[in-house]
């Protein structure tokens, strides 16, 4: 299923013949079944990273940059992961930014009105109640639009246009246009920030646990393909995956790990915790921050769903041919349903990240977020016309967006300006990446 | 084949109307095991109705399916799955964007014991089944919209085989394919016949199906025109069937026969 998006590159890899032709780096890609577009969607962002870099002399590639960069991706990379599904049946959902509103509204509600004169403030279960809570409602929206998309007929477009009014009309709806502020003490954690981050021991743990899972999963694939006696990858290009998926990872755990606590409350957490204050000035690492590990768990659960279920399998082949899934006697409709169930609960923990990020619930959360997911998804390679894309593409779609909107923050250009770039941007890429499709073919 | 057996399938008074057109008005077909055939007329007779009411696409307004002689409830394409009724589609009704093993399980995906697609797996059969049908066939790791119109077309028959379907519909299967191509889809139905498979072919064109029916029905303005043994008729009165609706002596006479004067 993954290979869909990206047949093309590894057609020659699996119709393996004893020679290989083309220049070597041809053969290289062909033998790790490494996908060029997603190769080349990094490589943009490499440029505008170190383009960013040079423009703000030096200001862009710091731990510091790249981790704030982390943390404001995760709400929109995690909605992203489901604009893919929805987008590859040929769908668009244009009511995530309102849900996203609407479900931090009641998750803010919930934990800073209603929990805390039931369980007492500062109660252990309010972050769970209110999340769950969030959840449930997300879904409930999701599925809501969803039945009306699949049963009633309604086009997505205006079911989800209708529901980007809605939602942000019950946002304001439900405090009046007020806004909520503060959210509970392990709720924030989901935002990220200094308490929000997992520090330099558990970072590596998460490290080493992700490279202990790329080395199981090759060699799982590799044994799978043995014994079916399937041709596979030559042993040197699974070695070249190996090193180059830790190098990423670790590369990435060092990195958050560089970048230690701002001066001041590092100074508060040695006062209160009475460590004299050494010289030079105490450094503790942030590591991964909690809202980015949340945008990779799902990122992982979405690309488990997408291509190792039957659901997924459904709705990709739903985006390819919807008369032959249906002859097929799969369940269409429901399928959609479920896609717009799953799009509410992403859109509700994309609330989750946001309003702990922000510490407040306000009735413009989420506003425009609509077009920045359905822009990180479709930059990421997912095709309009359905049938196509990655989740993991489209969160890098995200991180691409949101790489040029720091960078150009840092530069000191005005918003306007930075709306006009990043339209321009969309379009371009959409346009590569036709280009590149009809070349491909 | 022989007029003792049960027919595999019967289709009796068989009615459907869209919007007040009567698209199908009291058709009956059967068709035994190991036997083919082939359902004549032109484009708009009402052949690909009547045999889209058995493959569960649309459903009768009036008249009766028997399955090996018992009533038969199809009301959608799982139905007719389960009736061992599988479909090849005019429109070669395969997800274009996905690669060969995920069409032929599309719907029937195999699963492990953890509930995931066992993707190997099917792939396994995938190879061994075209291996089977179409040697040449290698592109297994490639979206089907890659594939030639042929290889599509033995995508779309392995996966009608793979589930063990004794009834086998083909909504003109060979449409899209050039002539060498024709002539392997003509040899597989000879080999599928030979295991006992019952197969429709729908055409419009009596050239392509002639040879290899063992009986012809024709259809006109929704109706049966008639049918008959190939051995009974020629060519020449078959098309006479089709295009005027006029029923030759080999031939027995249906509802829609024209009047003769």
């Given at each position: 299923?993954?290979?869909?998006?990206?047949?093309?590159?590894?057609?020659?890899a699996?119709?393996?013949?004893g020679?290989?032709?083309?220049?070597?780096?041809?053969?290289?890609?062909?033998?790790?079944?490494i996908?060029?577009?997603?190769?080349?969607?990094?490589?943009a962002?490499?440029?505008?990273?170190?383009?960013?870099?040079?423009?703000?002399?030096?200001?862009?590639?710091?731990?510091?940059?790249?981790?704030?960069?982390?943390?404001?991706?995760?709400?929109?990379?995690?909605?992203a992961?489901?604009?893919?599904?929805?987008?590859?049946?040929?769908?668009?959902?244009l009511?995530?930014?309102?849900?996203?509103?609407?479900?931090?509204?009641?998750?803010g509600?919930?934990?800073?009105?209603?929990?805390?004169?039931?369980?007492?403030?500062?109660?252990?279960?309010?972050?769970?109640?209110?999340?769950a809570?969030?959840?449930?409602?997300?879904?409930?929206?999701?599925?809501?639009?969803?039945?009306?998309?699949?049963?009633?007929?309604?086009?997505?477009?205006?079911?989800?246009l209708?529901?980007?009014?809605?939602?942000?009309?019950?946002?304001?709806?439900?405090?009046?246009?007020?806004?909520v502020?503060?959210?509970?003490?392990?709720?924030?954690?989901?935002?990220?920030?200094?308490?929000?981050?997992?520090?330099?021991?558990?970072?590596?743990?998460?490290?080493?646990?992700?490279?202990?899972?790329?080395?199981?999963?090759?060699?799982?694939?590799?044994?799978?393909?043995k014994?079916f006696?399937?041709?596979?990858?030559?042993?040197?290009?699974?070695?070249?995956?190996?090193?180059?998926?830790?190098?990423?990872?670790?590369?990435?755990?060092?990195i958050?790990?560089?970048?230690?606590?701002?001066?001041?409350?590092?100074?508060?957490?040695?006062?209160?915790?009475?460590?004299?204050?050494?010289?030079?000035?105490?450094?503790?690492?942030?590591?991964?921050?909690?809202?980015?590990?949340?945008?990779?768990?799902v990122?992982?659960?979405?690309t488990?769903?997408?291509?190792?279920?039957?659901?997924?399998r459904?709705v990709?082949?739903?985006?390819?041919?919807?008369?032959?899934?249906?002859?097929?006697?799969?369940?269409?409709?429901?399928?959609?349903?479920?896609?717009?169930?799953?799009?509410?609960?992403?859109?509700?923990i994309?609330?989750?990240?946001?309003?702990?990020?922000l510490?407040?619930?306000?009735n413009?959360?989420?506003?425009?977020?609509?077009?920045?997911?359905?822009?990180?998804?479709?930059?990421?390679?997912?095709?309009?016309?359905g049938?196509?894309?990655?989740?993991?593409?489209?969160?890098?779609?995200?991180?691409?967006?949101?790489?040029?909107?720091?960078?150009?923050?840092?530069?000191?250009?005005?918003?306007?300006?930075?709306?006009i770039?990043?339209?321009?941007v969309?379009?371009m890429?959409?346009?590569?990446?036709?280009?590149y499709?009809?070349?491909?073919? | 084949?022989?007029?003792?057996?049960?027919?595999?399938?019967?289709?009796?008074?068989?009615?459907i109307?869209?919007?007040?057109?009567?698209?199908?008005?009291?058709?009956?077909?059967?068709?035994?095991?190991g036997?083919?055939?082939?359902?004549?007329?032109?484009?708009?007779?009402?052949?690909?109705?009547?045999?889209?009411?058995l493959?569960?696409?649309?459903?009768?307004?009036?008249?009766?399916?028997?399955?090996?002689?018992?009533?038969?409830?199809?009301?959608?394409?799982?139905?007719?799955?389960?009736?061992?009724?599988?479909?090849?589609?005019?429109?070669?009704a395969?997800?274009?964007?996905?690669?060969?093993?995920a069409?032929l399980?599309?719907?029937?995906?195999?699963?492990?014991?953890?509930?995931?697609?066992?993707?190997?797996?099917?792939?396994?059969?995938?190879?061994?089944v075209?291996?089977?049908?179409?040697?040449?066939?290698?592109?297994?790791?490639?979206?089907?919209?890659?594939?030639?119109?042929g290889?599509?077309?033995?995508?779309?028959?392995a996966?009608?085989?793979?589930?063990?379907?004794?009834?086998?519909?083909?909504?003109?299967?060979?449409?899209?394919?050039?002539?060498?191509?024709?002539?392997q889809?003509?040899?597989?139905?000879?080999?599928?016949?030979?295991?006992?498979?019952?197969?429709?072919?729908?055409?419009?064109?009596?050239?392509?199906?002639?040879?290899?029916?063992?009986?012809?029905?024709?259809?006109?303005?929704?109706?049966?025109?008639?049918?008959?043994?190939?051995?009974?008729?020629?060519?020449?009165?078959?098309?006479?069937?089709?295009?005027?609706?006029?029923?030759?002596?080999?031939?027995?006479?249906?509802?829609?026969?024209?009047?003769s004067?």
């Open positions: 299923m993954a290979d869909t998006a990206h047949s093309t590159t590894n057609t020659a699996s119709a393996k013949s020679k290989a032709e083309g220049n070597p780096l041809a053969r290289f890609f062909r033998a790790t079944e996908d060029t577009r997603m190769l080349g969607m990094v490589g962002l490499l440029i505008i990273w170190v383009g960013f870099h040079i423009l703000t002399g030096g200001l862009f590639l710091t731990p510091r940059n790249l981790w704030n960069l982390s943390v404001q991706t995760a709400s929109v990379a995690v909605m992961t489901g604009m893919v599904l929805v987008i590859v049946t040929r769908n668009i959902d009511s995530v930014g309102s849900i996203l509103g609407f479900t931090g509204m009641v998750m509600v919930l934990q800073a009105r209603f929990l805390p004169s039931l369980l007492g403030f500062d109660h252990p279960a309010i972050w769970v109640i209110a999340l809570g969030g959840l449930v409602v997300g879904g409930l929206i999701g599925t809501l639009h969803g039945m009306i998309i699949a049963f009633l007929g309604v086009p997505s477009f205006i079911v989800t209708g529901g980007l009014l809605v939602w942000r009309g019950a946002t304001w709806f439900v405090t009046s246009g007020q806004t502020a503060p959210m509970d003490v392990n709720f924030r954690l989901m935002g990220g920030g200094t308490e929000g981050s997992i520090g330099a021991t558990w970072s590596w743990v998460v490290g080493i646990i992700a490279c202990l899972a790329i080395i199981a999963a090759i060699i799982n694939a590799r044994h799978q393909r014994r006696h399937f041709p596979r990858r030559p042993i040197w290009a699974e070695y070249v995956l190996v090193a180059l998926g830790c190098f990423i990872v670790l590369g990435a755990v060092m958050a790990n560089d970048y230690y606590w701002p001066i001041n409350i590092a100074r508060r957490y040695a006062e209160a915790n009475n460590i004299p204050w050494p010289e030079g000035g105490l450094l503790i690492s942030q590591g991964i921050a909690i809202p980015v590990l949340m945008a990779i768990g990122g992982i659960v979405m488990f769903i997408a291509t190792r279920l039957r659901f997924g459904y990709f082949a739903i985006g390819g041919n919807p008369e032959a899934a249906e002859l097929a006697g799969i369940k269409t409709r429901w399928v959609t349903v479920k896609i717009f169930a799953l799009m509410g609960v992403l859109c509700a994309a609330a989750a990240i946001s309003t702990a990020r510490n407040a619930a306000t413009a959360q989420g506003e425009l977020d609509e077009l920045y997911t359905i822009a990180a998804a479709v930059i990421g390679g997912t095709s309009l016309s049938g196509m894309g990655t989740i993991a593409g489209a969160m890098l779609g995200a991180l691409v967006m949101q790489s040029l909107q720091s960078g150009m923050v840092l530069l000191g250009i005005d918003t306007p300006f930075q709306r770039v990043v339209g321009v969309l379009v890429a959409v346009w590569l990446d036709t280009v499709r009809a070349r491909s073919k | 084949m022989t007029d003792q057996t049960t027919a595999l399938v019967e289709m009796k008074n068989i009615s109307s869209f919007g007040g057109i009567h698209a199908v008005e009291n058709a009956s077909i059967d068709l035994f095991p036997e083919v055939v082939a359902l004549l007329g032109h484009n708009g007779a009402g052949k690909s109705t009547l045999i889209k009411i493959s569960g696409a649309y459903r009768r307004d009036a008249g009766d399916i028997l399955i090996n002689g018992e009533d038969a409830d199809i009301r959608n394409p799982r139905d007719a799955k389960k009736y061992g009724i599988e479909t090849i589609y005019q429109t070669l395969v997800a274009d964007n996905v690669d060969a093993a069409n399980y599309l719907g029937r995906e195999l699963q492990t014991k953890w509930g995931t697609l066992d993707d190997v797996a099917m792939e396994a059969n995938t190879r061994e075209m291996g089977r049908l179409n040697p040449n066939f290698k592109r297994f790791k490639e979206p089907v919209k890659a594939l030639s119109g290889q599509r077309q033995s995508v779309a028959i996966r009608a085989i793979l589930f063990d379907a004794r009834i086998l519909i083909m909504d003109e299967p060979t449409a899209a394919l050039g002539p060498q191509e024709t002539a889809v003509g040899d597989l139905i000879k080999q599928l016949k030979r295991e006992g498979i019952g197969i429709f072919l729908i055409s419009h064109d009596i050239h392509d199906v002639f040879d290899l029916a063992d009986r012809v029905f024709v259809m006109k303005n929704g109706k049966v025109v008639g049918h008959a043994r190939t051995g009974d008729v020629t060519k020449d009165e078959v098309l006479g069937m089709i295009i005027l609706g006029k029923v030759p002596p080999g031939a027995v006479p249906g509802p829609g026969a024209m009047k004067a």
